[in-house]
């Protein structure tokens, strides 16, 4: 699967995850509305807005990008039946031709740890006597993953990378102002977020494709450019998503170094930037009807951003 | 909620968490046949097999223990289906008077981190014009929280534990071979862990109940006493969560200074040590169609070993 992404990165030149990341103040009213009206003000009627929405937005941009990524919290606020848009909005954009990052931050040891696996990039078996049946739950292409349990809450993931051609992203250095509270705290000179990398590197040594990139990616937030740069060369072979451009101030001009020379490594995120485009002034033009066509044209200017300033044309 | 979990294991005499992490293999055969009767080799048919048994365990275990702490990632690998019964399984432990951790281990930023916490402990507000309806997901009295991404990750589960009265177990030092690689490394001589213990006690320093202990519990692993001993005394205030009992290695005698000079301030978890007790030796006599008074039984010899060794009598 990470070779499906490389691949598909370098057909479109678009180094690109849309987020999908729907809350209901992004939603166009008149898709609320809808549901409101046949569900009421329930859960069910935002889980059938959220789907309505992405639908919108997977149509408008599935052949520009490679890639989206839901944020199943958005989808469990709205429990069972959020989640069941979810899993709706996964198989959609896969039958689209994206691929499918999950971003479900999951992170636990042992047998917990195996469930979550199994749930979001592989499969449950269900045994009786001599019938076996396997089963998917979330069903993801890749999913994030918290490294603060160290190996035992990764190597469960890294089965399913293997047995299931998945992969995943392990949070590294997040994209939020506090993140060094933690992460950035010095061991002998080193910080954590570099430990990480290193681990990184370990988990994902036996996992590289034919892209030359590894099934085990790295989360390294867009809003501290310098470590992205370091990192970049601390982990030549991992592919890395990364969070923060846009809504959270990063643009093309502070990511040059998250790629590497051959203009590949990076996947770029944006999330309310593009789903919610139709809402900023630059693209007002759209109004709520054109949602999905505002979120088209803000991808194809994210695109061009990048072109012209991390990986050429 | 913090008080009356406090509370009720004062009077039960009990400082025991049971936790409810069904796999398929514990479930007695009579009770997964059944069910593969109705619904085939299904996820629904695992979902209903899981709260069956969860029932059996709760009803022969809520007069004797203040809580239960369902992990999540068991019912997910099940999909929706198996989120449901991890609903009704909170919903059933709640009505016969237990209070219920949410062993969930969510951890993100920002708006993604709002929408956790109102899964988890808190509320979601769907609005039409001057409608509005608030609605709950999963609806636990406590939640477990990863602290990897700093303070940004907390503050909205702090908001609903102020809102809601509800509660969270931030982990801090966790029970598994491989939590040293990053919760242990030194910073100027400090472990991580001890950061993050910092943290705790400041996230819960406005939060503090009648009983005094503070809404923000911490994550601390049996399988390290004298980490346990040092933490309990960097945060006097805070109710530990303690996994890592029976099944992985610890017993009573190395959990005593886990506790504070009161007697309180630790909850102890056993999940397969009670749930699968009727696979044990020991109590292979009360055999499969008794596991649920197998679980029982192994609860009362629990409680007796931390009556011993921690708390008194």
Request: aromatic share 10%; proline share 4%.
């Given at each position: 699967?990470?070779?499906?992404?490389?691949?598909?990165?370098?057909?479109?030149?678009?180094?690109?995850?849309?987020?999908?990341?729907?809350?209901?103040?992004?939603?166009?009213?008149?898709?609320?509305?809808?549901?409101?009206?046949?569900?009421?003000?329930?859960?069910?009627?935002?889980?059938?807005?959220?789907?309505?929405?992405?639908?919108?937005?997977?149509?408008?941009?599935?052949?520009?990008?490679?890639?989206?990524?839901?944020?199943?919290?958005?989808?469990?606020?709205?429990?069972?039946?959020?989640?069941?848009?979810?899993?709706?909005?996964?198989?959609?954009?896969?039958?689209?031709?994206?691929?499918?990052?999950?971003?479900?931050?999951?992170?636990?040891?042992?047998?917990?740890?195996r469930a979550y696996a199994n749930a979001h990039?592989g499969k449950a078996?269900?045994?009786?006597?001599?019938?076996?049946?396997?089963?998917?739950a979330?069903?993801?292409?890749?999913?994030?993953?918290?490294?603060?349990?160290?190996?035992?809450?990764?190597?469960?993931?890294?089965?399913c990378?293997?047995?299931?051609?998945?992969?995943?992203?392990?949070?590294?250095?997040?994209?939020?102002?506090?993140?060094?509270?933690?992460?950035?705290?010095?061991?002998?000179?080193?910080?954590?977020?570099?430990?990480?990398?290193?681990?990184?590197?370990?988990?994902?040594?036996?996992?590289?494709?034919?892209?030359?990139?590894?099934?085990?990616?790295?989360?390294?937030?867009?809003?501290?450019?310098?470590?992205?740069?370091?990192?970049?060369?601390?982990?030549?072979?991992?592919?890395?998503?990364?969070?923060?451009?846009?809504?959270?101030?990063?643009?093309?001009?502070?990511?040059?170094?998250?790629?590497?020379?051959?203009?590949?490594?990076?996947?770029?995120?944006?999330?309310?930037?593009?789903?919610?485009?139709?809402?900023?002034?630059?693209?007002?033009?759209?109004?709520?009807?054109?949602?999905?066509?505002?979120?088209?044209?803000?991808?194809?200017?994210?695109?061009?951003?990048?072109?012209?300033?991390?990986?050429?044309?």
């Open positions: 699967m990470i070779d499906t992404l490389v691949n598909r990165i370098k057909e479109l030149n678009a180094p690109i995850c849309v987020g999908l990341d729907p809350v209901p103040d992004f939603v166009p009213g008149f898709i609320k509305e809808k549901a409101f009206g046949s569900h009421g003000l329930t859960k069910k009627a935002v889980a059938e807005a959220f789907f309505e929405f992405n639908k919108g937005i997977i149509d408008a941009v599935y052949d520009i990008v490679p890639s989206v990524k839901p944020q199943i919290a958005m989808y469990e606020e709205f429990g069972i039946e959020g989640l069941d848009a979810y899993i709706r909005t996964c198989e959609y954009a896969k039958e689209k031709g994206l691929v499918v990052i999950g971003d479900v931050k999951r992170g636990d040891i042992g047998s917990t740890s990039i078996l269900i045994k009786s006597g001599e019938r076996v049946e396997e089963v998917s979330f069903d993801a292409d890749f999913a994030t993953v918290n490294p603060y349990m160290g190996s035992d809450g990764i190597k469960e993931f890294l089965r990378c293997k047995e299931y051609d998945k992969g995943i992203f392990v949070l590294v250095k997040t994209s939020n102002p506090s993140s060094g509270e933690f992460q950035d705290v010095l061991v002998d000179g080193t910080p954590v977020y570099e430990l990480v990398a290193d681990k990184v590197n370990e988990w994902g040594s036996e996992l590289i494709g034919e892209s030359g990139y590894s099934r085990v990616g790295a989360v390294v937030g867009a809003t501290y450019p310098e470590i992205g740069k370091k990192l970049r060369l601390i982990m030549p072979k991992t592919l890395f998503l990364v969070p923060g451009y846009g809504a959270q101030g990063a643009t093309g001009k502070d990511l040059k170094e998250y790629f590497n020379d051959d203009g590949l490594g990076a996947v770029i995120n944006s999330s309310r930037g593009i789903i919610a485009a139709y809402k900023k002034e630059e693209y007002a033009g759209f109004s709520e009807e054109g949602f999905a066509d505002a979120a088209r044209q803000a991808t194809v200017d994210m695109i061009k951003d990048l072109q012209d300033n991390c990986i050429g044309r």
